[in-house]
């Protein structure tokens, strides 16, 4: 095939029908809104519960605005390292692009169990039961440490041979795979890091993740440059070690923000949860409970992850330009999703409390009024990206091919993002469950 810009925009277009085919949403009864009774303010003042119980419209925006933040440091370090990625030219950016799937796949499978693990201490706070909470954590750190020993040793023995079957070759093969290497070494902080977000997001609290997200990429931001480039016009003070300094940064910044989780979790017992390591005690029901919710949540990275190996697979054969226009647009992505995933993760830690609570009429108004605000914002968000969207891609790079597949991608996703964050947000509240039961 042949490398010209009609080539390219067919290439993305074939992207963006196949996820819009592959999507199927329920939108039910949004604009409905059902008599609440909220629980009197003398009530047991001073819990968290009750006051999230008085004010569900507030306690979603109490709890999605800090994630939202902390996610939005998170996604500027990726966008700021992609800018950075940028300046090495094509070939390292769809280096970095065939690890992608493999950190989707990553993601997945901690971030949907951590989702599960979120809701499951939230029921178990909402019935007042805090030794099930613990339990719960504990599980959680089981988790982790299985997850960080089993993904880590894979992707060091067959990292390689996995770039190459995406369709890496040649020099992209090589800068993906010194980027992996990295990565495996790391993973572990990584995977730690994220559990302990998702069992703090469980009792609500969303102001230390968030402060320890800022850390994290304040210092990756800074090690970036160092390691990436050799800075010779300041003072030299650069290593010059292209992606694989973009991954050493990356490793560097994460392994200090896991210590940090330690220190407060388990030195300062900052967090309501308290472990007790040597007292756990495996339980069949804890860990059904959180399968339950965060399968079919790691289900949908999963085959995001392989979508985007076999997209990443078909786009090499136009060009390395291309593939690494996806992978730029991608990073721009990220700002569609920030407010997506920050409403869903607050619904996950509502809807689990009132559950636990059986609140069900708030319930029924916090996932409408959440789904809601997704979809309001999406679309503001969409209209923008599509009206914008080459200014925002030349941040990145100044190669016009480049340029040009990534806005074709951007303006034709800028359609099906809403619908998109109404399936993320239903998907948070486990819809197959809550528009069965309680949202009639």
């Avoid at 990584?190 to 402060?211: N, T």
Wanted: charged share 10%; with cysteine.
């Amino acid at each position: 095939m042949g490398n010209g810009s009609d080539s390219h925009t067919y290439a993305v277009a074939i992207y963006a029908f196949t996820l819009v085919n592959s999507q199927s949403f329920l939108i039910y009864h949004l604009n409905k809104k059902p008599k609440l009774v909220f629980m009197d303010s003398g009530q047991k003042e001073g819990s968290r519960l009750n006051k999230f119980l008085n004010n569900p419209s507030k306690a979603l925006w109490t709890l999605a605005i800090p994630i939202m933040a902390g996610m939005g440091i998170q996604t500027l370090y990726n966008i700021v390292d992609m800018i950075f990625i940028g300046r090495l030219g094509g070939e390292a950016i769809a280096g970095i692009a065939f690890n992608m799937p493999l950190f989707f796949l990553v993601l997945g499978l901690t971030m949907g169990l951590g989702t599960g693990v979120t809701a499951s201490i939230a029921r178990f706070i909402g019935k007042d039961n805090k030794a099930g909470a613990d339990n719960c954590a504990e599980h959680a750190v089981a988790m982790a440490l299985f997850f960080s020993l089993l993904l880590s040793s894979l992707g060091l023995v067959f990292g390689k041979h996995i770039l190459s079957s995406f369709g890496a070759q040649g020099e992209i093969l090589l800068l993906g795979w010194d980027y992996l290497r990295v990565m495996c070494i790391g993973m572990p902080f990584m995977i730690f890091s994220g559990f302990f977000r998702s069992i703090l997001a469980g009792e609500g609290d969303m102001k230390l993740p968030m402060i320890v997200a800022g850390l994290g990429t304040i210092l990756n931001i800074i090690l970036d440059p160092i390691f990436i480039f050799n800075l010779d016009n300041y003072g030299g003070i650069g290593f010059g070690m292209g992606v694989k300094g973009a991954a050493l940064a990356t490793v560097i910044s994460q392994s200090i923000v896991f210590c940090v989780f330690i220190y407060m979790l388990f030195i300062k017992e900052h967090a309501y949860i308290t472990f007790h390591l040597k007292d756990f005690s495996p339980s069949r029901f804890i860990l059904q409970d959180i399968i339950k919710v965060g399968f079919p949540a790691s289900l949908s990275m999963v085959v995001m992850a392989v979508g985007q190996a076999v997209f990443n697979k078909i786009l090499i054969h136009f060009s390395a330009d291309t593939v690494a226009a996806y992978q730029v647009a991608g990073r721009i992505d990220m700002l569609v999703f920030l407010p997506i995933f920050s409403i869903a993760a607050a619904l996950t830690t509502l809807v689990g409390m009132f559950f636990g609570a059986k609140e069900y009429d708030v319930l029924r108004y916090t996932v409408r009024y959440g789904i809601s605000s997704a979809f309001g914002i999406t679309i503001i968000l969409s209209v923008l990206l599509y009206l914008f969207a080459p200014n925002i891609i030349g941040f990145f790079t100044n190669e016009q091919v480049i340029i040009s597949v990534a806005v074709t991608f951007l303006r034709l996703f800028a359609f099906v993002y809403p619908l998109i964050a109404v399936g993320i947000s239903l998907q948070a509240v486990s819809c197959r469950v809550w528009v069965r039961d309680y949202l009639y």
